[in-house]
């Protein structure tokens, strides 16, 4: 294709006003993208500050609610779940315990909230006494009998009343094992959302706060990729797809913009990104600090990552988003 040059062609004429520029604009922001994370632990009117996570909080269930109903209705139609148990074991039976936390959250969201979609994280860790995503035997993370663990906790999950299930443990076949259990317990018309191409992060220090799910021993290398590895990402995504992801994901986002990239244009599959707790911590302490616009910072991220090919944008700032969103102060962007 051959443009005319300048005098002819000036890209500046479509940017002289905001309402042009938005007129032209070719990727949105909207606030039906986005989805909040909340950390759940047990008992009544508890908001534990996360210190290294401004503005998040572990939050007992009836806070939950109250948090989940100020995003929603600011217009946030989603939330995703993580469980903190009050005790750990080698089973992890606090994630599929029929009263386990994330359970009991779930029911009440939905009873309180019917409209808001609840995704519940569907993993281990956090309630391993050692902290990893599968059974420990001989100090080696062992595959096939997570499996069982993991499809366990999914049904229990879809059984309290979760939309969706994202299993985030990156063991090999969990998919097609989640997903023959929902069938197989009636729950064929509850999607997954696959945490396909997960890497093992820096990004996810503070993370490990909030959860309360450090592992013991070793790191989680051996399950979660290694950064150096594009191609294996993309051979991850497309197992996952043919073991039956309806929504598949990459994480982290904005250190990962190829991914989100090539994943959408590859498979064409409904695409998350999820901005991680670094990437909030990193944003929330520079903004303080008063060396960047928080605001702007965020939502040019966001906007990155929906440029990129993400359909769902996972965020802590996914209220401020929507307040911005909505308030129109987007201008920044």
């Not at 508890?46 to 109903?69: N, T």
């Not at 315990?97 to 359970?103: E, T």
């Not at 309630?127 to 663990?149: E, F, R, T």
């Not at 995504?237 to 590859?266: N, S, W």
Request: net charge positive.
């Amino acid at each position: 294709m051959t443009l005319p040059g300048f005098p002819v062609s000036r890209p500046r004429r479509l940017r002289q006003s905001l309402a042009l520029r938005r007129l032209v604009a070719e990727t949105r922001l909207s606030v039906e993208q986005l989805v909040l994370p909340l950390f759940a632990r047990a008992g009544k009117k508890l908001r534990r500050p996360i210190e290294a996570m401004p503005g998040v909080f572990q939050l007992s269930p009836d806070e939950i609610v109250r948090e989940a109903a100020r995003a929603h209705t600011l217009g946030v139609p989603a939330v995703l779940l993580f469980g903190i148990p009050d005790q750990k074991d080698a089973k992890a039976s606090g994630a599929y315990a029929k009263n386990g936390i994330v359970q009991q959250t779930v029911r009440l969201l939905k009873k309180e909230l019917p409209s808001l979609l609840v995704i519940t994280d569907v993993c281990l860790c956090e309630y391993m006494s050692h902290g990893h995503c599968g059974v420990v035997a001989g100090g080696k993370i062992l595959n096939d009998p997570s499996l069982k663990l993991l499809a366990r906790t999914a049904a229990s999950h879809a059984g309290a009343g979760a939309d969706l299930v994202a299993p985030s443990d990156m063991m090999d076949g969990r998919v097609a094992a989640i997903r023959a259990e929902l069938d197989k317990n009636g729950f064929t018309d509850t999607p997954i959302m696959s945490y396909a191409a997960k890497f093992a992060s820096a990004f996810y220090g503070p993370f490990r706060e909030a959860a309360e799910s450090a592992p013991k021993f070793g790191d989680r290398r051996s399950y979660q990729m290694d950064a150096a590895n594009a191609n294996e990402a993309m051979r991850e995504v497309a197992l996952d797809i043919q073991e039956g992801a309806d929504i598949v994901m990459v994480k982290p986002a904005l250190a990962y913009l190829d991914l989100i990239h090539r994943v959408k244009r590859e498979f064409g599959y409904p695409t998350a990104a999820y901005s991680v707790s670094a990437e909030h911590a990193m944003i929330k302490a520079a903004g303080a600090k008063g060396w960047i616009d928080e605001r702007a910072v965020t939502l040019e991220s966001l906007l990155a990552m929906r440029r990129a090919g993400a359909d769902i944008l996972i965020t802590y700032a996914a209220a401020d988003t929507a307040r911005w969103l909505r308030s129109g102060m987007t201008s920044g962007v």
